[in-house]
Every structure is written in C-alpha cells, then in structure tokens.
C-alpha cells in the first residue's frame, strides 16, 4: 500500500483537523448523550449548515454566520423546552425542519455555482487551510478546558439539573454554556466533515462510550478515542477507496457504535442484580 | 427574630394562570420538625420551593437563615439546604456510583473551582455509613432500587452539611417496607442531628411520628397549623380532603390514614 500521500501538507493538514475536530465533537458529545438532547444537537447542526449558506450568499464569513445561526436554534429551543411551553420534540421539529427550509432557500437565491455549497453540506476535510485548524484546535482546547475546569459543575447538571440547582450548582448557567460549546464544536467542525453528517461524529462516539463504562471521566476519554479514530480512520478508507471523507468518517463512527452496542457489558445482567433467594423466603 | 429560622408572610407564587400559593405565611423554629399535610396540588411542593429559593414570589415576604429572599441570592441560600425529593428516574446506564452522587452535596460548599478533597471523601462515606450504604458506595446509581436512591438522596443531602432539611415526598411510589425504612431514618437524624426539618407528603401513613407541628394546606392556603393530635382529627380530614367523613374513619381504622 503506498502511503505516500500522508507526506503531503494537505493530507497533514487533514489529519491534524481529524484530530482535534474528533477530540471537540466526542467531547461535547458527551453531554448531547447523558442529557438525552440528540435533536436539539441535530438541530444546531443544520441551524449551523443554513447559517453558513446566508453568508455564503451575503458575502460575509460563513463559519460567522454558522455560528450565529447555530446558537440562534439553541437560545430558542432551549428555553421553550425549558419553560415546559412545547415538548422538547415539538420545538425541536419546528426549529429543524425552518432551518433545513432556510438552508435550501439561501442556497437557492445564491448566485453562480453551489459548489461551495455542497461543501459546506458534504465537508471536505482535504481541503482545510491552515486557519481552519487554528480555529478547530481553539475551540477543542477551550471544549477540554472547561470541561475539566467546571468537570464537577457539569457532571452534577449532567446526572440532574434539578438536584444540581438545590445543591446551589449555578445550573442553568452550565447548561446554555454547554450549548454555546456545542455550536462553537459544530461550527468549526462544519467545513471538514459537512452541515450534514457533522452531528454522527458528535453523536456516535460518545453513544459508543456510553455502552461501554458506568465511570463519566472514562466515557469522556473513550469517546475522544473514538472520536479521533473515526476521523483517522475514515481518512484512510477515503484515501484507498476515492470516496468521501466525511461520509467514511462517519461510517467508521457508526461502525464503532455498532461494535460497541453490540459487546456492551451493560447488555448482560450484573450477578448482583440478581439475588437469590434465601432459603425459607417466598 | 429570636430562634426563628424561616418566616414567610404572605407569599404568593404563580406558575403562569394557576396560582400555586395564595398569601401562605408560616414562621419556624430551629430544630422544629414540621409535617405539611395535603392533597395533591395544594401548593406543599411550591411552599419547599419558596423556602430553598427556587420558587419566584409574586408577592410578600420570605426570610430564610437570614437572608430576605430576593430573585438573585436564593443560589447562596440553596447551599445551606439540604432537599430531598421524590424518587427520580435516574437512567440505568448513567456512568456515575454511588459515592459519586453523594459527593454532588458538596460540590455548592466547594464552589466553583474548588475540588473534592480527602475531607469531602471522608464526609461523603461517613454519610453513606449513616444511611447504611456504604456495602452499595461503588454500585451504579442507575441500579438502585427506589428505596435505595432514596438512602442516597438523605446522604447526598446530609454530605451539604444543611441547616435546613427539606423533604418531598422522599417516600412516595415506594414499598411499605423501604417507606418505613426511610420514615425511620428520616426521624433517627432528626433526634441524633437536631437539624430543622419540613417534610412534605400527601399521606398521612407516612407522616413521621417526630414532628412538632403539623400545616394542613388546601388550594394554595395554610389551613390549619398545630400539633399533629390536635390537628388530625377525623373532622378535619374528612374537610381537608373532601373526604366523607365515614371514609375517613374506614380508612384510618384500616390503618391507611393514620
């Protein structure tokens, strides 16, 4: 196999956004995974996706308007979901399904090619400059700082929010904190592995963790793990096969989840679940 | 205000249409333990809220451990009580143990970016030993029974070191067993801690025989305060439930109210 083309700046390049794009989105997957929030993140993603196209269209820095956009869906669903004014599943539908409209309505009106486009929608982690991996590797250094910064804030908000606020744990505060990390995370994220597929690569390796230890600090450092192998990983395979990398990546990461949910030692009945009776009980 | 550790005058609490407290005013003594007594939606759960600083007064007056509550200093109350409430669905699969959740009462003494040191472990196990848990410290919290996850709650909120102890439904949807176990428990650190405690239950079968004083409420009022023998009669039953009074008595001669 000639693994030549790993000498190349871009494909560095590529490995290096692989890294620090799996290490930020496993991280904040963690959190969408133990507060049950996956379509809030889906959300966030596409809201992400048709921000970038308004700026596409506009004219002015995509990653901006992603951003914005992204943050936007959560300050909207999160207190609706919040305040118990609509189901979760409710806001979270009506918020997705104007973001997805949006996105197609600005990649309509854009002039000329969509090109650019479709690689906001596909991602193309080979083509990442130098200024995207600063920004991925901002973001990721800031997602792992705070976390194990504030690690004992979001773990009580994480397990109950409710509980966490009676303990005087400022709560509510940790948990828009972690959705403006969330999109921060996508928003890097978005041009190497695509408005699209970008939310598997939150979601997967930490759905993968979390079959696989009861103990938090490991399920962070499993799914960083998984998160990074993905990117690895799906690089290859897109390498030897000349076929997208963000859809391997995210394949690989499925592949992972599958293998994961498949020898979970959660799945078997622990022998102390299971008491036997004493003699004489009923 | 002397030993008083909680003075409410005329709260009144509303969650969007319904109002869920009508002009409530209640004073505590240190180390009271006080039962409050109603049926569901009487406004028992939104009373604990006005004193822990998580409910929002429309109007009236609450001091609680000194402070006026006002919407931005219930965060600093809140470290100094303890709240258990009812059984939660905790997922199975949560990777946290036992030791684990109890530590989360210490985290609000702690503050923001202190961490869990030799004294808060040793406080933590300390507690998980009183509540007798300690066999169970390394277990996934998600694999707890509800009488146990209730055990857990008490040590979690004993670890905060409170000075007010409040008490939700800490026994509702459990066995008659595990209820017992928890009314005993509830009562053993109230005598051996002194510690003020409010406990909140819609039935009368698990109102603890240590309380001082009991508060009937109905429909977002206080309408009745008093020693529980004054108080529980089957009079006052029968109207504070709208309950026949003939039910009344069935049910209490068959033990199901006492």
Not at chain 2, 132 to 148: D, F, K, T, V, Y
Request: hydrophobic share 50%; glycine share 10%.
């Amino acid at each position: 196999m000639d693994l030549s083309i790993f000498e190349y700046q871009f494909m560095q390049n590529a490995i290096l956004s692989a890294f620090l794009g799996g290490i930020a989105c496993a991280t904040v997957g963690v959190f969408v995974v133990l507060m049950h929030m996956p379509f809030i993140g889906v959300c966030m993603a596409h809201a992400a996706f048709a921000g970038a196209l308004l700026g596409l269209w506009l004219g002015f820095n995509p990653l901006i308007g992603a951003f914005a956009l992204s943050l936007l869906s959560a300050a909207i669903v999160g207190p609706l979901a919040d305040r118990g004014e609509l189901s979760p599943e409710t806001s979270v539908g009506v918020i997705f399904s104007l973001m997805l409209g949006l996105a197609f309505l600005f990649m309509g009106l854009m002039p000329g090619t969509k090109s650019g486009a479709l690689e906001l929608l596909w991602g193309s982690i080979l083509t990442n400059t130098r200024g995207d991996i600063i920004f991925l590797g901002i973001v990721a250094v800031v997602v792992v700082g705070l976390v194990f910064i504030f690690y004992k804030e979001i773990q009580a908000t994480i397990f109950h929010r409710d509980m966490a606020l009676s303990v005087g744990i400022p709560a509510t505060v940790i948990l828009y904190g972690i959705l403006f990390l969330t999109g921060a995370t996508i928003t890097a994220s978005l041009r190497s592995i695509g408005g699209l597929l970008i939310f598997s690569l939150i979601l997967n390796p930490a759905a993968a963790a979390y079959q696989l230890t009861y103990s938090m600090k490991r399920m962070f450092l499993l799914s960083a793990a998984f998160g990074v192998f993905s990117g690895w990983m799906g690089l290859l395979m897109s390498y030897l096969f000349n076929i997208p990398s963000g859809a391997t990546i995210v394949v690989t990461s499925s592949v992972i989840f599958l293998i994961a949910a498949i020898f979970s030692p959660k799945r078997k009945v622990k022998g102390w679940q299971v008491k036997p009776l004493a003699g004489g009980e009923l | 205000m002397g030993d008083t550790v909680i003075d409410i005058e005329n709260a009144v609490v509303s969650y969007r249409e319904d109002v869920a407290l009508r002009g409530v005013s209640l004073k505590v003594k240190s180390g009271e333990f006080i039962g409050i007594i109603g049926s569901n939606g009487a406004g028992k759960t939104t009373l604990l809220t006005v004193v822990n600083g998580l409910g929002k007064l429309l109007s009236g007056r609450v001091w609680v451990l000194g402070h006026y509550l006002t919407a931005g200093n219930g965060h600093s109350l809140r470290k100094k009580v303890g709240y258990v409430a009812q059984v939660q669905n905790i997922d199975p699969r949560m990777p946290m143990n036992v030791r684990e959740v109890v530590m989360i009462g210490r985290y609000g003494l702690l503050g923001l970016l202190g961490r869990p040191g030799r004294h808060d472990w040793k406080v933590v196990d300390e507690m998980l030993a009183l509540v007798g848990m300690s066999h169970l410290a390394q277990r996934p919290i998600g694999h707890l029974s509800g009488g146990e996850q209730q055990r857990v709650a008490i040590a979690r909120c004993l670890a905060q070191e409170p000075e007010l102890f409040l008490l939700d439904e800490p026994t509702a949807s459990l066995d008659w067993k595990a209820q017992t176990d928890i009314l005993e428990l509830v009562k053993q650190i109230h005598d051996s801690r002194h510690l003020t405690t409010l406990f909140v239950t819609h039935d009368l079968s698990c109102l603890p025989v240590a309380c001082d004083r009991v508060v009937l409420m109905k429909a977002g009022l206080i309408w009745g305060e008093g020693s529980p023998g004054e108080l529980l009669t089957d009079d006052n039953l029968s109207r504070l439930y709208d309950m026949p009074l003939s039910e009344v008595k069935k049910r209490r001669s068959e033990n199901i109210l006492v």
